[in-house]
Each structure stands twice: as structure tokens, then as C-alpha cells.
Nanobody, 116 residues
Framework: QVQLVESGGGLVQPGGSLRLSCAAS????????MNWYRQAPGKERELVAG????????TYADAVKGRFTISRDNAKNTMALQMNVLKPEDTAVYYC?????????WGRGTQVTVSS
């Protein structure tokens, strides 16, 4: 059974930092492109960042470029999202996504709230 479990969300003040983690099990992690998505209230889910199979290829949404950094550790089956200089508009539920040739898996999400 595939499981993706996010952690690290919480309440942070504007300008602060958080580090999200995604722990994967039940799949061959290195065979999956990994992504972070987010969904704010009343909005559609959007791609925040993605990382290739071995971690060299990375992509970011324009809204987070220069502030967020995605990484993965294939030996530990984990992915992370370092989020710096957080803004109120970053408030959302953040989801871990594993995308393979035939399968697409999602975590349950972790809430990030940026507010003073």
C-alpha cells in the first residue's frame, strides 16, 4: 500500500520559514517524479514545485521562485520543501504528490498558515 505522509506545516509569521517533509512508503521512490502542490480556500490546487528522479531537474511556480527549495533523498524515500520569506498568500494546504508512468499518488496534506 502506497503512503505519502506530509509533516512540518504550522502557523508562521510573514517573513518566516517552514520546512515541509514527505515520507513515502510502498513504492519504488526513485521511479517517481515528486511534486508539492497547494490548495488555498476557494482556489484550485496548484503546482508549487517539482523534482526529477535523481534530484537534478527542479521546477518552481513563479510565485515561489527564489523563496522555496525542493529536494529529495532517494536513500530515505523522502522529499522536502524549504520555504523561506513566507507570505500570507502562501497560506494553503500543501500536498505531496508522486507521479509515475502509470500511477499518481497523493498525501493527505499539511496546513501552512502565514499570519501575524
Amino acid at each position: 500500500q502506497v503512503q505519502l505522509v506530509e509533516s512540518g506545516g504550522g502557523l508562521v509569521q510573514p517573513g518566516g520559514s517552514l520546512r515541509l517533509s514527505c515520507a513515502a512508503s510502498g513504492l519504488t521512490f526513485s521511479n517517481y517524479f515528486m511534486n508539492w502542490y497547494r490548495q488555498a480556500p476557494g482556489k484550485e490546487r496548484e503546482l508549487v514545485a517539482g523534482i526529477g528522479l535523481v534530484g537534478w531537474q527542479k521546477t518552481y511556480a513563479d510565485a515561489v521562485k527564489g523563496r522555496f527549495t525542493i529536494s529529495r533523498d532517494n536513500a530515505k524515500n523522502t522529499m522536502a520543501l524549504q520555504m523561506n520569506v513566507l507570505k500570507p498568500e502562501d497560506t494553503a494546504v500543501y500536498y505531496c504528490n508522486a507521479r509515475g508512468n502509470k500511477n499518481d499518488y497523493w498525501g493527505r496534506g499539511t496546513q501552512v498558515t502565514v499570519s501575524s
